[in-house]
Each structure stands twice: as C-alpha cells, then as structure tokens.
T-cell receptor, first 114, second 115 residues
Framework: DGGITQSPKYLFRKEGQNVTLSCEQN?????MYWYRQDPGQGLRLIYYSQIVNDFQKGDIAEGYSVSREKKESFPLTVTSAQKNPTAFYLCASSAPGPGANVLTFGAGSRLTVL | AQTVTQSQPEMSVQEAETVTLSCTYD???????LFWYKQPPSRQMILVIRQEAYKQQNATENRFSVNFQKAAKSFSLKISDSQLGDAAMYFCAYIPRSNDYKLSFGAGTTVTVRA
C-alpha cells in the first residue's frame, strides 16, 4: 500500500544536539511538507518542497533545515538553534493537479528534549 | 495573524446524535479551498471533507456535511449519527488557490462521543 513513513516514532534528544526526522513516501507525490503540532495551536508549516532539489520556508522555519535530494524523501533536521523543539512533527505529501491541495499525512514523530 | 479560527476547544456528543463544529476564516481571496481533517488518538491525520469556494453546494461525505457560508466566512462541520469512532480532534483548514502549497490550520476541536 502507498503511504508516508515517518521514523522514528519517538525520539529523545539532549539540549544542544541536532536530530534528523525521516520522511519517506511511495505515492509518487511531487510536493512534501513538514508541520509542527503543539497543544492548542493546530499545525504550523515548517518547510515545504514542490519538487526535487527545491524547498521553501514555511511560517516557523527558524532552527530547522531540510533537504530534498530524492522525490521520495524529505528529511527534517531539528538543530540546536531551535529554542523549543519538543513537539509532534507531521510529514505530508500531495499530488499535482486538481488534488494538489489534499494532503496525505504520515503517522508523525514525537520529539522530546530532555 | 490567525487565519482560521475554531472557537470550540472541546465538544461532547451522545452516540447516534448530531454535533456541529464551528470554523471561521479570514481571507481577501475569492477562490480558495476549505477542509476538515480528523486526527484520532492514533494521531494519523485523515481528510474528512473538502469544499471549493466557488461551489455553492455544500460538500457531503456520508455522515459528514458542511455548512459553507462564503459571505460570513464560516465553514461548519456537522457529524450526524455520531459513532464512537468519530472521537478525535478535528481541524479546519484553509488554502488559497493563489498559493496552494500553504495550508493554514485552526487550533482544533476535540470531539468526545458518549456511549
């Protein structure tokens, strides 16, 4: 079955460490996204990528970095510059065409900074 | 600035009854899309329903229907014949056709279904 795989599901990090969250999709979708979810704030867009080797900052990109070297993969690095990284992170993708704005989501990764 | 507002943090409904979730949004665009997404306890986000702004007819998907009031910038979700599996957090979302990569979400409404 096609879908989005995020790993790890749970991740613990010490302050000052960078950590990379993986997102892989086999839906042949062009666009991929990273969202951050905090209680009471809904989902906020971190980065998105429309095509391979191209990505744009979302609303809260500071302290995060991404790469898009392959169509299937869009990893997110949470750097030590991110002041409050503890959150639930969701990766999503969308197909081109009329359904371009319908997102398919992964199951999420929960990052906790100790 | 908050584009999408969900004023009800929590709602409770008796099984088999109907519940309506509110959503308002702010935009100067005339062409856009609105969505309701469901996030059950598994935290896997699932699309419930999508509405295109230029279509006057309200979208429906089985027991889920919307009341889209474009002039009022209101987009409520009605869940009919509520089932235990409907218990989840529901997010309203907006995206303009002019930039269909930046989806804006509301803060969410947690729905509890009482048996």
């Amino acid at each position: 079955d096609g879908g989005i795989t995020q790993s790890p599901k749970y991740l613990f990090r010490k302050e000052g460490q960078n950590v990379t969250l993986s997102c892989e999709q086999n839906l042949n979708h062009d666009a991929m996204y990273w969202y951050r979810q905090d209680p009471g704030q809904g989902l906020r867009l971190i980065y998105y990528s429309q095509i391979v080797n191209d990505f744009q900052k979302g609303d809260i990109a500071e302290g995060y970095s991404v790469s898009r070297e392959k169509k299937e993969s869009f990893p997110l690095t949470v750097t030590s510059a991110q002041k409050n990284p503890t959150a639930f992170y969701l990766c999503a993708s969308s197909a081109p065409g009329p359904g371009a704005n319908v997102l398919t989501f992964g199951a999420g990764s929960r990052l906790t900074v100790l | 600035a908050q584009t999408v507002t969900q004023s009800q943090p929590e709602m409770s409904v008796q099984e088999a009854e109907t519940v309506t979730l509110s959503c308002t949004y702010d935009t100067s665009e005339s062409d856009y899309y609105l969505f309701w997404y469901k996030q059950p306890p598994s935290r896997q986000m699932i699309l419930v329903i999508r509405q295109e702004a230029y279509k006057q007819q309200n979208a429906t998907e089985n027991r889920f229907s919307v009341n889209f009031q474009k002039a009022a910038k209101s987009f409520s979700l009605k869940i009919s014949d509520s089932q235990l599996g409907d218990a989840a957090m529901y997010f309203c979302a907006y995206i303009p056709r002019s930039n269909d990569y930046k989806l804006s979400f509301g803060a969410g409404t947690t729905v509890t279904v009482r048996a």
